[in-house]
């Protein structure tokens, strides 16, 4: 299979990225990518593109399966228009393109609590995204809602690392309905979209961070 994959710098998707390259039935992997990333590999080319402008660049956004780790954060992005873009419009931009160059498969990485009738901007944004992406005729959508993300960040911000050494006492703690609140490492959530996307699935699933911790 071929492979999309959009949001490859970021902390899920580099993760992605990496197991994809390494597994035997991805033979290409393809990053839409707003600034060149510096890897070397058979298997591995890269589209630099400027993503208001992804129609420029239809021929090349081609896969069997496309992944999208997009996302940013309220102190990169404050401004909540541009937000938005990265957010909502750019992966329905790249799934409707993929979609009518053939792809078959759609994976999402969202967030806990999103809902399009929340009050909070970024919980309403990624059900927004959801939402809309489900009108997308891909064969099948796979949305993933992980909680707390661990892993080696490229930049530390002190209130997610006190919650994070926070929830290594607390996890244990949060059993039954409570489980999907757990933190969870990058990798696990990498590794369950790898391994559902090699799955003849055809629906909608939706997957909360204890089903994605179960799967990876």
Request: aromatic share 8%; charged share 25%.
């Amino acid at each position: 299979m071929e492979a999309i994959i959009a949001g490859a710098t970021g902390l899920i998707g580099s993760s992605l990225l990496h197991q994809l390259l390494d597994h035997p039935d991805y033979t290409m992997i393809t990053a839409v990518v707003r600034n060149e990333i510096h890897l070397q590999h058979p298997k591995f080319r890269q589209v630099v593109v400027d993503f208001d402008r992804l129609e420029n660049h239809q021929e090349d956004i081609k896969g069997d399966v496309v992944f999208c780790a997009l996302g940013t954060t309220k102190s990169k992005t404050p401004d909540k228009a541009q937000y938005r873009k990265i957010d909502y419009q750019y992966p329905l931009d790249i799934a409707f393109i993929a979609q009518q160059n053939g792809a078959s498969q759609y994976h999402l990485v969202s967030a806990l609590g999103a809902n399009p009738d929340s009050s909070i901007f970024y919980s309403k944004l990624k059900g927004e995204v959801e939402r809309d992406l489900k009108t997308i005729p891909f064969k099948a959508i796979h949305i993933y809602r992980p909680s707390l993300l661990v892993g080696d960040r490229k930049e530390h911000r002190t209130g997610e690392g006190i919650m994070i050494g926070l929830m290594r006492f607390l996890n244990p703690l949060l059993i039954g309905g409570l489980k999907k609140y757990r933190s969870i490492k990058i990798e696990k959530v990498a590794s369950a979209m790898l391994k559902q996307s090699l799955k003849p699935l055809s629906g909608i699933f939706t997957y909360d961070s204890d089903q994605i911790e179960e799967l990876g």
